[in-house]
């Protein structure tokens, strides 16, 4: 069974940084692209960033870059979220998602989601 | 990059069908093949029920349908149920940043 298990998630003052972790189990995971969604409160859905199988391409949300670094350890089956100086509008559930493909098509399997809460 | 845009709510009764409408604009929904559509549970994974345009994946049930006219995608649920009820989402690919989603559809049954 493919599973995505997301952690890191939390309480987070304004200007720190957060890393996000996301464990891969079920699936061959070198072999897919994968992606990193998330969901302001009472809000909809918002591509964050997606990263190729080889790590090669890396593509952020226009208004994230800079602030947001995608990657990932095939060797550990894991991919991560780098996320610095945080704002309070960054505050939403993060959402881990396997590709259908090796490259960047879209997402086909979901983590239960860490949620990040950004204030003082 | 502004989100897609779908109707905040859409209702039917047991049995019946509905459509869900996805509008984009030629930088994505028009120009890719590449739209898909998911529904979302609250406090679930959100699950992907659509794929380019109007494939399904195994497991799917066939009372969910997708296709795709110009600028705008649909997402059609027949034989409605109450399991359905939940958020939609579409999501496409787009020339500015590879992907955009929806603002979602709640949809309710009656």
């Known amino acids: 069974e493919v599973q995505l298990v997301e952690s890191g998630g939390g309480l987070v003052q304004p200007g720190r940084s957060v890393r996000l972790s996301c464990a891969a189990s079920?699936?061959?995971?070198?072999?897919?692209?994968m992606h990193w969604v998330r969901q302001p409160p009472g809000k909809g859905l918002e591509w964050v960033s997606s990263?190729?199988?080889?790590?090669?391409?890396?593509d952020y949300a226009d208004s994230l870059k800079g602030r947001f670094t995608i990657s990932r350890d095939n060797a550990k089956n894991s991919l991560y979220l780098q996320i610095d100086s945080l704002r309070p509008e960054d505050t939403a559930l993060y959402y881990c998602?396997?590709?259908?493909?090796?490259?960047?098509?879209?997402?086909?399997?979901w983590g239960q989601g860490t949620t990040v809460t950004v204030s003082s | 990059q502004s989100a897609l845009t779908q109707p905040a709510s859409v209702s039917g009764s047991p049995g019946q069908s509905i459509t869900i409408s996805c509008t984009g604009t030629?930088?994505?929904?028009?120009?890719?093949?590449?739209v898909s559509w998911y529904q979302h549970h609250p406090g679930k994974a959100p699950k992907l029920i659509i794929y380019?345009?109007?494939n399904r994946p195994s497991g799917v049930s066939n009372r969910f349908s997708g296709s795709k006219s110009g600028n705008a995608a649909s997402l059609t649920i027949s034989g409605l149920q109450a399991e359905d009820e939940a958020d939609y989402y579409c999501?496409?690919?787009?020339?500015?940043?590879?992907?955009?989603f929806g603002g979602g559809t709640k949809v309710t049954v009656l």
């Open positions: 990263i190729s199988w080889n790590s090669y391409i890396m």
């Open positions: 079920g699936f061959t995971f070198d072999g897919y692209a």
């Open positions: 999501r496409s690919y787009t020339t500015f940043t590879s992907h955009v």
């Open positions: 030629s930088s994505d929904v028009h120009y890719y093949d590449s």
């Open positions: 998602a396997k590709d259908r493909r090796s490259y960047s098509t879209d997402m086909d399997v």
């Open positions: 380019e345009v109007s």
